[in-house]
């Protein structure tokens, strides 16, 4: 997946899949309960559209990273929409230190995890809202979601969170050709990438969309 994370990575994505099945057993996080499908499942899955992310917002990882933004520079903003228990964004947030990662969620107790997830990883980037999303007032660079809607209440639902040049990021199985086409004319998909997710036989891309010129 042409990802170069450092130990403490590793380590803090094996302790989330851990926290996420002991809490899966009465937060209901996932549908998902065998260890190992979680790992192809949710972690593999997401992290295979971290190459593309870093490509999109020039960001590095792993020893590459800073850790926290540079002077004057704020951090990169990302605003995971539906998170549930955090899938991609406490991935995201453990692979780009200098991404600020919110994840949102309706249900209270998905939210709850997310901070205790930041709490027991000390992620500093990571934070979680308890919301929905049409009432946050954030501004993000890129808006990511995951099995969350169609990709016209998707846009539609988050266009104000979007900051300036902010673009959606949607993760999708096959291409969603009938879903792109219900899409309003402001907004551009200007592409679906193909990804490839190890130990998963099924297809994944990403759609990628922002508001029309």
Partial sequence: MQLSLDASQIERL???????AHWNVTFNL???RDPREMLSHHLADCLAVCAPLSRQLGLPWGAAAGGGSPAGQPLKRLVDVGSGGGLPGVVLAIVFPDLLVTCVDTVG???????????????SNLRA????????????????????????DFTAWTRQLLGTDGVWMAMKGHDPVEERATLPPDVDVFHVEPIVVPGLEAARCIVW???AA
Wanted: charge should be positive; proline fraction near 2%; charged fraction near 20%.
């Fill in 129 to 152: 809202e308890h919301a929905r999303v049409e009432q946050l007032a954030l501004q993000a660079d890129v808006v990511s979601c995951r099995a969350f809607a169609a990709l016209a």
């Fill in 109 to 123: 107790k998905k939210a709850a995890f997310i901070r205790q997830v930041a709490a027991e990883l000390r992620l």
């Fill in 209 to 211: 969309m922002r508001p």
């Fill in 30 to 32: 996932t549908a998902v």
């Fill in 14 to 20: 094996a302790a989330y899949l851990a926290l996420l």
